[in-house]
C-alpha cells in the first residue's frame, strides 16, 4: 500500500476525527492484567505481497516453520490466486506470541527488502506491515478523540495509516503499521490488546479473501456462486488451511429453555448465522424501492435476511441478519456487497456541489 495513495488512506490522526460513524471503546469494562492479555487467544491476519509471502514461508517453509517453533503460534499464508498479488498471513496463538511473531515476520522483510526489489526504502531500518482489522472494532483502535492511536504510536515509535474504505467483498479494512520490527511487536501488542477487549464485535466479520478480487470483476452470477465457495483460497485457520466459512462465528449461546432453533435446512444443509453491520446512509440503496433490491437478494440467494429498524449502538449502523446454508450466504453477502460497491462508485461520481 502505498503512502503516495491520498485517495483511499489517511493518517489515522486525522482519520480519528470522522470516526463518528465507528463504535468507541468506552473502557468500562473488567480491566484485564498484562498476563490475562499476554495469554488471550486470538487470529490476526496481514495483507501480504506474493514477494513478501515468499520471504515469510522461505525455501521449503523453513522459516515459517521456525516461526511456529520460536513463538508457538499458528500460521501460514494463503494460496496464490492467479491475476491477484495479495496474499493473506494469518497468525493464531496466545497475544503474547502473536506479537512476537509479527515482530520476526517484520525483521525477515526488512532483512529481505533487497531481494524483493525494495531496496530503496525511505528508512532503510524499517518495513511496513499490512494488518487486517474489522471495521466494527477500529474504533476501540483509535479510541476517543484518537487518543489511543496516538498512545500506540508513541509508546512503539511507529507510524499507522489506515485505509478509509473496506476490501472488496469483506468488512476488513488495512491498518498499516510503519516501523521497527520491534516497534512494530510493540504496536501489535497494544492492538491486540483492543481487539481482546472489544472481541465481541468482532463477531460476523467478514474476511477478506484476495480471490474475490478476481471474482468481483467477472460476469453475473447466474447459478449459485458461480463456484465462489471453491474458489475460497485457504486463508484464516492457521497451519491446517481448512476450508471454512469466510466470516468469524460467536461462540454458542446458552438458550436456557427456549425450544431450539433449526440447525439444517430442508435438504440436510447446516444453517449458519451472519450479522453484518451496515452503515445507515447505505441501507435505503440495498433495501430499494418498495423492498425491492433486498426481495431480489433474497430470492436469488435462498438466505433469510432480517434488517433491525434501528441502528444497534452509537455506531448508528443498522445490523443485517443473514440465515441460509454456507453457498446461500455467501451468495446474499456477494450480492449485498456488489450493491454496496455499485451504491459507493455512484455517489463518488456526483460532483461535491451536488451532494446533499
Not at 474475490?212 to 470483476?217: A, D, E, I
Not at 435438504?267 to 426481495?295: A, F, H, W, Y
Amino acid at each position: 500500500m502505498s503512502g503516495e495513495d491520498a485517495s483511499g488512506i489517511q493518517d489515522v490522526n486525522e482519520l480519528a476525527n470522522a470516526m463518528h460513524n465507528t463504535h468507541i471503546q468506552d473502557g468500562d469494562g473488567p480491566q484485564r492484567t498484562e498476563e490475562e492479555y499476554a495469554q488471550a487467544n486470538l487470529t490476526l491476519r496481514a495483507i501480504v505481497s506474493s514477494k513478501e509471502a515468499g520471504v515469510i514461508i522461505g525455501k521449503a517453509g523453513q522459516n515459517v516453520a521456525d516461526l511456529r517453533e520460536k513463538t508457538g503460534v499458528r500460521a501460514g499464508v494463503s494460496k496464490v490466486v492467479q491475476g491477484v498479488h495479495d496474499r493473506v498471513l494469518s497468525v493464531t496463538g496466545a497475544a503474547e506470541a502473536v506479537s512476537k511473531a509479527y515482530g520476526i515476520v517484520a525483521d525477515a522483510l526488512l532483512k529481505g527488502a533487497p531481494q524483493m526489489g525494495m531496496g530503496g526504502a525511505v528508512n532503510p531500518n524499517t518495513h511496513p506491515v499490512r494488518l487486517l482489522i474489522s471495521h466494527n472494532q477500529m474504533g476501540t483502535i483509535i479510541g476517543r478523540q484518537g487518543l489511543k492511536i496516538k498512545q500506540i504510536q508513541d509508546s512503539a515509535g511507529v507510524r499507522m495509516v489506515a485505509q478509509k474504505e473496506m476490501l472488496p467483498q469483506s468488512t476488513e479494512r488495512v491498518v498499516e503499521v510503519q516501523g521497527t520490527p520491534e516497534g512494530i511487536e510493540k504496536a501489535v501488542w497494544e492492538i491486540s490488546k483492543c481487539l481482546i477487549d472489544d472481541e465481541a464485535r468482532g463477531y460476523g466479520t467478514v474476511l477478506y479473501n484476495p480471490a474475490m478480487r478476481v471474482q468481483s470483476g467477472s460476469a453475473p452470477l447466474s447459478n449459485g456462486l458461480g463456484g465462489m465457495r471453491g474458489a475460497y483460497s485457504r486463508t484464516g485457520n492457521g497451519a491446517d488451511f481448512t476450508d471454512g466459512p469466510s466470516y468469524r462465528r460467536p461462540p454458542p449461546v446458552d438458550r436456557g429453555d427456549r425450544p431450539p432453533m433449526p440447525t439444517t435446512t430442508e435438504n440436510g444443509e447446516e444453517l449458519q448465522t451472519q450479522n453484518i453491520s451496515i452503515p445507515s446512509d447505505m441501507v435505503g440503496c440495498i433495501i430499494g424501492r418498495g423492498g425491492s433490491k433486498i426481495s431480489e437478494i433474497r430470492k436469488s440467494s435462498g438466505a433469510r435476511i432480517s434488517i433491525a429498524k434501528a441502528p444497534h449502538d452509537e455506531s448508528g449502523e443498522r445490523m443485517f441478519t443473514i440465515t441460509g446454508s454456507a453457498e446461500s450466504n455467501e451468495k446474499a453477502l456477494y450480492l449485498l456487497y456488489e450493491n454496496l460497491e455499485a451504491e459507493k462508485m455512484r455517489r463518488s461520481q456526483i460532483p461535491d456541489g451536488e451532494r446533499v
